[in-house]
């Protein structure tokens, strides 16, 4: 039966994030507070279109992660972060009848639509639950497994947050995460479009990436590791954007977080902007005829300890 419950408030942390992956030389400006509720709001508006444009690129990501954590009948899961459920809705085919999987975001709207999803393809053994990912509002020691695809890098404090998840697993237990490496030259032209605009000191995937922990594999792996998981590996994999022309493109940023990208550039400059993205990514049409766009992503799995 598909059940949902509310948990999780939003926790301040007045600790220094100096060596939680937002470093000071990040010039981090923005109140941990502020930036989850900031999040929160982007997520709520998109939820209703979130990864819906019809371009794949989170799903296939999602699979990957769910393959490589190799859910077994029986089993019981948390997909923390799980937005429209690209990750939730394949660990509980996976866990089967006898298993559990628990479906956890901060964003309302994204549960509500995930348990409606659940419902339709008669996934019963799937429950939601509204939870801010910081601080997860479940008992320690209940999962198989963890997974959290494209999440950590929002977190305020991502050492403390993953820290927190590893003790949500039984001994034995994995856990695995996803976060992004390098992309291709042509894409990174097209994100440094949006970089005059971004404010100081704000929290993001991308802003995030280019330091600390998630600039690279090895900081991955030792930020899993100080967690507390072990047997820690992380594997570095391309995931391709495929799209038929620049429109298509907008129309796919336009329902992920990137949307928020766009709101921070004026109204009257947006035409500019898109008519310079448009020049870039004809760079990348292929002999197929369409745009490829190719991103390294990072999926780094742990286990939590046996007594």
């Known amino acids: 039966m598909i059940r949902r419950r509310v948990g999780g408030r939003p926790e301040r942390d007045s600790r220094s994030t100096t060596g939680s992956g937002h470093a000071q030389h990040h010039d981090v400006t923005e109140d941990p507070a502020v930036a989850t509720a900031r999040v929160a709001r982007l997520f709520d508006k998109l939820a209703p279109v979130y990864d819906r444009s019809g371009v794949e690129f ?34 509980a085919e996976a866990v089967g009848p006898a298993g559990a999987v628990t479906a956890a975001d901060l964003v309302p709207a994204m549960v509500e639509a995930v348990s409606d999803d659940a419902l339709r393809l008669g996934l019963r053994n799937l429950s939601t639950i ?31 947050a993953l820290a927190r998840w590893v003790r949500l697993i039984k001994p034995g237990g994995r856990i695995g995460i ?14 440094s479009l949006f970089a ?51 429109q298509e493109w907008r129309a796919f940023t336009l329902t992920t977080g990137q949307r928020e990208a766009w709101l921070q550039v004026p109204a009257d400059e947006r035409d500019r902007l898109f008519q310079r993205a448009r ?16 991103q390294q992503v990072r999926y780094t799995l742990g286990w939590r300890k046996r007594p």
């Open 279 to 294: 020049f870039l990514l004809e760079s990348a049409r292929t002999d197929s005829g369409r745009i490829v766009l190719t």
């Open 130 to 160: 509204v939870m801010d990912a910081s601080a997860p509002a479940v008992p320690r020691e209940t999962y198989d497994l963890v997974a959290a695809a494209a999440v950590l890098f929002f977190l305020p404090d991502p050492a403390q």
């Open 196 to 246: 005059p605009y971004r404010p100081a000191g704000l929290l993001g995937p991308r802003t995030t990436a280019e330091q600390g922990p998630f600039g690279s594999e090895a900081g991955v792996t030792e930020l899993m590791r100080r967690s507390g998981a072990v047997d820690v590996r992380t594997l570095s994999e391309p995931v391709q954007l495929v799209v038929d022309d620049a």
């Open 58 to 91: 989170f799903t296939p990501m999602a699979q990957r992660l769910v393959q490589l954590l190799a859910p077994r009948p029986g089993e019981r899961a948390l997909d923390i972060g799980c937005g429209r459920g690209a990750v939730s809705m394949p660990l």
């Open 178 to 191: 996803t976060t992004f490496g390098e992309q291709d030259p042509t894409w990174t032209a097209v994100d």
